[in-house]
Structure formats: C-alpha cells, structure tokens
C-alpha cells in the first residue's frame, strides 16, 4: 500500500537551532497531520492542514500543506531539548485510507 | 486530561500465554483503532471498529482479535503471544473514518 516518506530519517542538533522534515507521498492526500511521539507514550497530535497551501503554526512550529498535495513540511524553530522525540505525519488520501510516515527522530544537544 | 485511555501501561506475559489489553476513550468517538508498533517504526494498523462493524487489516494475524462491547471500550486479545509480539500497543479513537485520530499513551507488551 500507500507509504509516505520522511525525510530525514534523524537528526541531531544544537539547542536553538532550527529544525525542517518532510513528508512525501505517490498519492494526494486531503490532509495532512503532524504527530510527536516521546519515548514511551502515545502519538500526540501537533498540526492539522487541510488544504494546498496552507501554512499553520502551534507555537514554534510550523507545517504546510505542499501545493501539489503530495507532500507536507515540518519546521521547528529555535529548537529545545523538550522538542526531542519522533515525529510522524499522516495523513488521508482521496480514498480516505490513513497512513502514517517513516518518522523522523530529533536529538536536541543543550 | 487522559482522553483516550489504555491499561495497563506496562504488561507482561508469557509465550502462549493469553493477554488482553483494554482501551476505553471519553470523546464518544464512533471510530475506535488498535495499532501495533515496534521500536522507532511507524504505528502499523490491525483493526478498527466504526462503530459497532469490525474491520480487519488484511495482514493483521488471526492471533490478534478486538472486542468492542460499547462505545468507550474495545479490547485487544492476544491468543496465543509469541515473541515477535513483543511491542507497543496503541489505541486510537476518530469521529468518523479519515479524521484526525487521537491516541492513548500505549500499552508496552513484553513476552518472555
């Protein structure tokens, strides 16, 4: 089936500095959603987009809704060891299947 | 608060010794999900009930069953758990299918 692609796979970084993943599928997709999971617990629901284009923040975190409906981003800014964990996006095709991504997992070095 | 909640957190059982794991959710979603993840992979889905209808994944094994006996709980059943078993167990819970989909913090299984 459908599998969406993160990019990187990891990622180790200083405290403060900013942090960009990605996201990208063969299909389109009507929404796109970013989760973080820390060791141990349970995906926690970060941002949700619904239409091309669309860029939508939660604090200093930013995700977008790629124009062609194939791919999502990521960022992160002024990055803190608590941000340290694996993010995952997701996301519904036009055929309503859900399918999470590969992850991406972030080291924060204080 | 806990929305969607799993119990236990941390199980552990023997090989071929039965297990359930429980998962019971306060948003009166009518799309209740159970997903299986090994270390630092994706959530990969077994099952999922819309409401009281179960839907199977086509790779999910047989040795893996759900019970759904009201809208706040549903169940996972591990007949017969082998040593590839051995993983964290999410529960996950939608208004309706393709909705964003709310997790609980997992159950982590051990099979000795």
């Known amino acids: 089936g459908q599998q969406l692609n993160q990019s990187p796979q990891s990622m180790f970084i200083q405290e403060g500095e900013d942090v960009s993943m990605n996201c990208t599928s063969s299909s389109i997709f009507n929404t796109w959603l970013w989760y973080k999971q820390e060791p141990g617990e349970g995906p926690v629901l970060l941002i949700a987009l619904y239409k091309a284009g669309e860029l939508t923040s939660n604090g200093r975190l930013t995700a977008q809704f790629g124009i062609t409906r194939k791919d999502s981003f990521l960022n992160i800014s002024a990055s803190i060891p608590s941000d340290v964990g694996i993010y995952f996006c997701?996301?519904?095709?036009?055929?309503?299947?859900?399918?999470f991504g590969t992850g991406t997992s972030l080291t924060v070095i204080p | 608060d806990a929305m969607v909640i799993q119990n236990p957190r941390y199980q552990v059982t023997q090989f071929g010794k039965p297990v359930t794991l429980s998962c019971s959710q306060t948003?009166?979603?009518?799309?209740m999900y159970w997903y299986q993840q090994k270390s630092s992979q994706a959530p990969k889905l077994l099952f999922h009930?819309?409401?009281?209808?179960?839907?199977n994944e086509a790779d999910t094994p047989d040795n893996f069953q759900s019970r759904r006996p009201n809208t706040s709980f549903c169940f996972l059943d591990i007949r017969s758990p082998g040593l590839g078993d051995a993983a964290m167990y999410l529960c996950a819970t939608s208004k309706g299918w393709g909705n964003i989909q709310y997790f609980g913090a997992g159950t982590r299984l051990s099979v000795l």
């Open positions: 997701a996301g519904e095709d036009t055929g309503n299947q859900f399918y």
């Open positions: 009930y819309y409401d009281k209808d179960f839907n």
């Open positions: 948003l009166n979603h009518n799309v």
